[in-house]
């Protein structure tokens, strides 16, 4: 009969914490509320995404991109329930580019140059592609990745080369250098992708264990 009650009231429990979570996502409709309702809660459990039609292809991602702001998707596994909200919608240029990062903290100016005349030889000549150049000699956590930055606003591209006149001032497949000598840090920058609209949702995520 204890091991009977036990496991009703464990079940009752959990039906009413189900509940609670239900009606506390149904009262957020705002990115304020979101950040709001996760903040001082475990990340583990409680944490504000995005998803961006590019970056973002799987069918979760998708449903969220195509519905409409307060749009919810749940998922479920045998030991936990997710949650996902809606919170806001956007449409903001991204950009991509590709770029080799070398920190002066680490190179020897002559070494910057010397690897910069390396790239622009090579890669103008066709003998290596930029990504393998990245590779080879990025100190850019991005370098496993060609130097890639995928598409971002330009508010997440690294500080030096979030310049806007920078980047509409060259083409497609440029080549240019960057230097923030104030930081010690320097770039080969390749524009590799025109500037496009972007849909992006901000979504509020909640991991309720079963």
Do not use: E, R
């Given at each position: 009969m204890k091991l009977f009650l036990?496991?009703?009231y464990l079940g009752l429990s959990l039906t009413a914490f189900s509940q609670n979570v239900s009606k506390e996502l149904q009262g957020i409709e705002t990115e304020e509320q979101a950040e709001a309702y996760v903040d001082g809660k475990k990340k583990k459990y409680y944490q504000i995404m995005h998803f961006n039609e590019e970056n973002h292809q799987s069918k979760l991602a998708q449903d969220l991109l195509t519905g409409g702001q307060g749009t919810t998707t749940t998922t479920r596994t045998q030991f936990e329930k997710t949650h996902f909200k809606v919170v806001g919608k956007t449409n903001y240029p991204h950009y991509r580019?590709?770029?080799?990062?070398?920190?002066g903290k680490k190179n020897s100016m002559k070494k910057i140059d010397m690897v910069r005349k390396t790239v622009l030889h090579k890669h103008d000549s066709q003998l290596e592609t930029f990504a393998n150049l990245a590779?080879?000699?990025?100190?850019?956590?991005?370098?496993?990745?060609?130097?890639d930055t995928n598409w971002v606003k330009i508010n997440n591209l690294p500080n030096a080369l979030a310049d806007l006149d920078e980047i509409l001032g060259h083409k497609v497949d440029d080549i240019y250098m960057v230097s923030d000598i104030e930081n010690n840090k320097f770039y080969i920058v390749k524009k590799t992708h025109v500037i496009r609209r972007i849909k992006e949702v901000k979504v509020l995520k909640v991991i309720e264990q079963l």
């Open positions: 036990s496991a009703l580019l590709s770029y080799i990062y070398l920190d590779k080879k000699y990025s100190n850019a956590q991005n370098a496993f990745k060609g130097g």
